[in-house]
């Protein structure tokens, strides 16, 4: 008992610390971030010291076994590698809003005349009107001097009806005879076309806000200053998202990144290009001759070679665009690979962190792609320990008790835990985190290998898009790795807990046991984001304005480019299924009723007020669709997912598990 108590000691501490430290503490002030980092960083430490001491330089040399233990060694050297450079990256953290207000007072002070001209990139190949036509009439009612601006659209489809749209909308259309170097290429085309003092770019699924401009341009006051980067927020929900039945409310899988990540790499000057929702100076951009063409990645690259001429990119946390998510798993894997080789490629490149001149060793390191490199190859070790240690008795240590275990590898895990519920609150549970890095890894890990191995081997791939884009697969891959480990797995169990067939003892044996729990049902998890969700081409936004129905007052509480749904109250009653949609802003909507839904307000009991919920489908075109584009797509409204709730996640996941869904 005694032994016991002390073993959990650790992990009481960590709890204890985190009760009373990081718990009053706000998560953005950097004194409170680099204490705590300090202190899992002690952790993880401590554990290492006794993985290697008393763990892997005791084993003996009994063949094979001597060299799984060491490799597993390995792995977790490059894990706590990984880890140490997080906690280093997330010690600090920057909010430049106020800094951004500071400089839109002088920057926009004096006389229009003297503002600088911007171009707006909108690189596109194969993308459907029904994604373009957001993004480039978004980009036209950008809240700038419109002498100063023009907005590019660089078709590399060479598609006659956009060179039409476009015309009529006053944007300018670019092609050219080729699409050598794909995006990068394409951009380096529209810069022969183009002479604005500043770039912006935007995919061709991405919206940029009206006063997207009036928040980035000020930051260029500082002439050391190549990119503003802005995050990338979503119309729509991620594959993940839906897959699992957590579209209202399980934030989308880059929050993580944009929210948390990007604003502690924006204060160690290591912030970088994600290419769209960016500006660049054209001055920057002339001086490394144009967009990278060596990687498949040209955003990275453009901030390396930048870096390497003495440019910064700076890092905006403000919501200023909006964009489509990866709307099924094809896309979601097509984005993610190419993101992993062009991170590779870089470094076998010239301008590259290992190479490029100009950066300094601390850059060079936050440069490597570490999270690429190790993630993928610890998740898949982690799923194999329990089973090789089942099946043929291949301890992963030398192992003396499981006290010794519980005191330093759970106060680890608990610390870690701890530190991203804290400093992620919004976008992270554990289990959650490592079933969706769990899925990713059947596909991922190949693809990092083979980019090791060939890194150029694959070229640019378009993430598909809107109405092109409608197919739903279910992942027979992936689906098929995950139900083999499951197997394999739960057999490794059922073999050891039937005392005929069991081959191992010890008491290693109880850990491997959880450990491989713990592997099932995170694989479980992970096998339900295989099986696709039928998805919705446009996403309705939530509203709350007055709006009338053939001159019924109600509520518009949801509305897209196509349909509105109005709250009115039972007592109405219409003639027609054909009706007049009014609210501000537009001209009366013909529109057809295609269905009502009855519904009681707030929480349901008797005598409560019960409302119609009235769905109306309506055929914009021309300028009052150009109109609703703008209200919808330009910064009035959004989808975020503002707090988990636990109970609901959990809810839903298991209705999931049983082929159902609840909205929360």
């Known amino acids: 008992m005694v032994q016991s108590l002390l073993a959990l ?4 501490l960590v709890i204890a610390f985190f009760l009373i430290g990081p718990s009053n503490w706000s998560r953005h002030q950097t004194w409170a971030r680099a204490i705590t980092c300090a202190f899992v960083a002690a952790v993880a430490l401590r554990y290492m010291i006794w993985r290697f001491i008393e763990t892997v330089l005791p084993y003996p040399y009994d063949g094979a076994n001597f060299y799984w233990v060491w490799f597993l060694f390995f792995v977790e050297v490059l894990a706590f590698s990984e880890v140490v450079l997080f906690l280093i990256l997330m010690s600090r953290y920057v909010d430049r809003s ?77 092609t050219r005879s080729d699409n050598a170097h794909a995006k990068a290429g394409n951009m380096n085309n529209g810069l022969r076309f183009s002479s604005g003092d500043f770039v912006a ?7 940029p806000y009206r006063h997207f401009l009036r928040r980035t341009l000020p930051f260029f006051s500082d ?9 990338q927020h979503f119309f729509n929900v991620d594959p993940v998202q839906s897959n699992l039945g957590l579209e209202s409310i399980w934030p989308d899988e880059q929050r993580l990144f944009f929210d948390e990540i990007a604003p502690s790499r924006d204060v160690w000057d290591v912030s970088f290009c994600c290419g769209s929702c960016s500006i660049a100076r054209r001055k920057a951009v002339d001086a490394i001759g144009g967009f990278p063409t060596e990687s498949i990645t040209e955003d990275l690259l453009t901030t390396l070679s930048m870096l390497n001429k003495g440019y910064k990119t700076r890092y905006l946390n403000e919501r200023l665009s909006m964009g489509l998510a990866a709307e099924n798993l094809t896309g979601y894997f097509v984005q993610r690979e190419r993101w992993c080789q062009g991170g590779i490629q870089t470094l076998y490149l010239h301008n590259g962190p290992l190479r490029g001149p100009g950066l300094s060793l601390f850059q060079r390191v936050m440069f490597l792609p570490m999270s690429w490199l190790v993630q993928y190859l610890v998740r898949f070790m982690v799923l194999m320990v329990p089973i090789v240690y089942l099946w043929f008795g291949a301890l992963p240590l030398d192992f003396t008790d499981i006290s010794d275990y519980v005191s330093h590898q759970v106060p680890l895990l608990t610390a870690y835990f701890l530190l991203m519920v ?34 150029f081997g694959k070229p640019f791939k378009v993430t598909p898009k809107g109405s092109a884009n409608e197919a739903n697969a279910f992942d027979a891959y992936t689906f098929t790795w995950i139900a083999a480990f499951i197997i394999v797995t739960a057999l490794g169990l059922v073999i050891n ?39 919705r081409l446009f996403q309705a936004f939530k509203v709350d304005e007055p709006a009338g129905v053939d001159g019924v007052r109600g509520r518009l509480v949801s509305l897209s480019l196509e349909k509105a749904v109005v709250a009115v109250s039972t007592q109405t009653r219409f003639q027609s299924t054909q009706v007049r949609l009014v609210f501000p802003g537009f001209q009366p909507l013909q529109s057809e009723l295609k269905q009502v839904t009855q519904r009681r307000r707030g929480i349901s009991r008797p005598g409560d007020e019960r409302i119609y919920y009235l769905h109306l489908h309506f055929d ?45």
């Open 9 to 12: 000691a650790p992990t009481l």
């Open 98 to 174: 106020a800094e951004a207000d500071r400089l839109a007072r002088a920057f926009f002070a004096g006389e229009q005349a003297e503002l600088p001209t911007v171009d707006v990139f909108i690189p596109t190949y194969n993308e459907p009107l029904d994604v373009l036509e957001r993004t480039i009439i978004g980009a036209l009612a950008l809240d700038y001097p419109k002498d100063k601006l023009k907005v590019y659209v660089l078709d590399d489809g060479r598609r006659d009806w956009l060179k039409t749209f476009c015309d009529g909308r006053g944007a300018i259309h670019v």
């Open 201 to 207: 770019i935007f995919d061709a699924d991405f919206v």
């Open 223 to 231: 002439e050391t200053i190549g990119i503003v980067q802005t995050p």
């Open 422 to 455: 804290w400093i992620t609150p919004t976008r992270y549970l554990p289990l959650i985190s490592s079933a969706v890095g769990t899925f990713a890894t059947f596909r991922m890990l190949p693809t990092v290998l083979s980019s090791l191995v060939r890194p």
């Open 497 to 535: 807990i039937v005392p005929e067939t069991a081959h191992i003892e010890g008491a290693f044996s109880v850990i491997a046991a959880f450990w491989a729990g713990i592997n099932i049902v995170v694989l479980v998890i992970a096998s339900l984001i295989c099986f696709e969700k039928p998805r």
């Open 620 to 664: 914009l075109r021309g300028s009052e669709r150009d109109k609703m584009i703008v209200k919808l797509y330009t910064g009035r409204y959004s989808q975020d997912v503002p707090d988990i709730d636990k109970v609901a996640v959990s809810i839903n996941l298991l209705l999931r598990a049983f082929g159902r869904t609840r909205t929360a």
